[in-house]
């Protein structure tokens, strides 16, 4: 699939949940590979910040992204609502160091975006493959985050707060299409006991009881209730028992634990990544959630190109008969079995590696090893089939060679390696000629990448 933005702009407003400042937060489409930005528009130089993982500051009552002094807070309802609704590239303008609560969850945000509309964009869109199982773990509050491999995302949560009335709940989301009618419309929420240290921390001023649920389930005095809902600048309210005190009704009988969900989800897309597994959270909060979105950071990080999936029972996109179709390499030169994934600007090709190979007997007898020269003829061949993608009879067109640039060989292959040839452009073709990376991976390890320049030319 192909990367998104927003077809058009649009504004929200609305005040925010602890400066309780008047805050407009305008969400504008960007180019491919922007990625989430926050501008600060009220600070000198509009500072922009990227919404990334490793640019978490704080989580205590709410994400909140920083550079240097600029920071955005309470960033994630927008964040899961940009995410659920596909959306790969935007820029957002806000005049405050928060985003507006609104009404406590993200599903302003799902229809202001649903308003703009989805614009496709001339970019392949990058996915996080999960292929084992991660666990991050806070052993102090007991909270763990589970993925396990899947081909799409969904997520389960369970939430335990050992309260009488809120205590063992659990949400589900198996299909991320059913986000904005099962889990964008619930709301954030605070219990009582909370209030007032959060109010003697100087936050919550924007707060009300129609933009959080709030949760009676400590004995306190009328008087002392009273108090707080002068504080919070609310409605007084006599609570004779245990319950939520609202202006409305519950949206779910488990909106707490939806709301959990959606809180998972928003800190989730700080990874800047799409992401194909199952989440399985308990107790989750914005603490652990950031916690493993930096970890999957910190291996992307590692490793620019995440190795391709590959599923041998999956039908190719281009078998051995349609890669002799076109290409002109034969026995023993064509070095690119099938072709199992292509985009825009990249394609997968696969090589098995036989004993039978005839360079094996003399590299080396006693050690076989696939000379390296061969695996770039391999990246190669597989990059002279994205770019006869690109024009029209393929079939009528050769590719060459022209420079080859920073290659790296990390680690041999050798028989029954099978090989995964991952190749991109790094330029626009022009005038026939591409630019392109390769890299070779056994399994989820790069053993060879370098850079490359091909050039297509019609054959007389």
């Given amino acids: 699939m192909n990367q998104t933005t927003l077809n058009g702009e649009f504004t929200l407003s609305g005040k925010g949940l602890h400066t309780g400042l008047e805050i407009t937060a305008r969400f504008l489409p ?9 501008k600060r528009v009220d600070l000198e130089g509009e500072p922009v910040i990227d919404a990334l993982a490793e640019n978490v500051a704080a989580t205590s009552r709410g994400t909140v992204i920083a550079k240097g002094e600029a920071r955005v807070s309470t960033i994630e309802h927008a964040m899961a609502a940009l995410y659920a609704s596909g959306i790969d590239n935007v820029m957002i303008e806000v005049n405050a160091p928060e985003m507006p609560i609104l009404d406590g969850s993200a599903l302003p945000y799902m229809e202001a975006i649903a308003g703009a509309g989805i614009a496709e964009l001339k970019a392949d869109r990058e996915y996080y493959h999960v292929r084992q199982r991660i666990e991050v773990r806070d052993e102090e509050t007991g909270s763990t985050i589970v993925v396990l491999p899947d081909d799409d995302f969904s997520v389960d949560v369970r939430i335990d707060f050992k309260s009488p009335v809120l205590n063992y709940q659990f949400a589900t989301l198996d299909n991320i299409a059913d986000f904005a009618g099962e889990i964008a419309p619930s709301r954030t929420f605070v219990f009582v006991r909370e209030i007032e240290p959060l109010v003697s921390n100087n936050l919550i001023k924007g707060g009300d009881l129609d933009n959080a649920l709030v ?25 004779s028992e245990f319950g939520y005190i609202n202006n409305g009704e519950l949206r779910w009988d488990n909106e707490a634990a939806r709301h959990k969900l959606l809180d998972l989800v928003g800190d989730l897309a700080l990874i800047g990544r799409p992401i194909k597994g199952r989440v399985i959270a308990t107790r989750p909060g914005h603490s652990i959630n950031t916690s493993f979105s930096k970890k999957i950071r910190k291996e992307l990080k590692r490793q620019e190109v995440q190795a391709p999936v590959y599923n041998p029972n999956m039908e190719p996109l281009m078998d051995n008969n349609r890669i002799r179709e076109l290409l002109p390499h034969r026995y023993p030169f064509q070095l690119v079995d099938k072709v199992i994934e292509k985009g825009t600007n990249y394609i997968v090709g696969v090589k098995n590696i036989t004993a039978n190979e005839p360079f094996f007997p003399g590299h080396f007898p006693q050690e076989p090893v696939l000379p390296g020269v061969l695996q770039i003829e391999a990246m190669a061949q597989t990059g002279g089939l994205l770019v006869l993608s690109t024009v029209d009879e393929p079939e009528r067109y050769s590719t060459y060679f022209m420079k080859i640039d920073n ?9 029954g390696d099978t090989l995964l040839f991952h190749v991109s452009f790094m330029t626009e073709l022009r005038r026939g000629c591409a630019v392109m990376k390769g890299y070779a991976f056994v399994g989820d390890k790069i053993v060879t990448e370098c850079e490359f320049m091909a050039q297509i030319i019609k054959n007389k």
Wanted: charge should be positive; avoid cysteine.
């Fill in 215 to 239: 949760i009676y389930d400590a004995p306190m005095s009328q008087e002392k209730l009273d108090n707080l809902a002068d504080l919070m600048g609310v409605t007084r309210k006599d609570v």
């Fill in 407 to 415: 290659v790296k060989f990390r680690q041999k292959v050798v028989p």
């Fill in 30 to 38: 960007a180019a491919a590979g922007t990625g989430y930005k926050f």
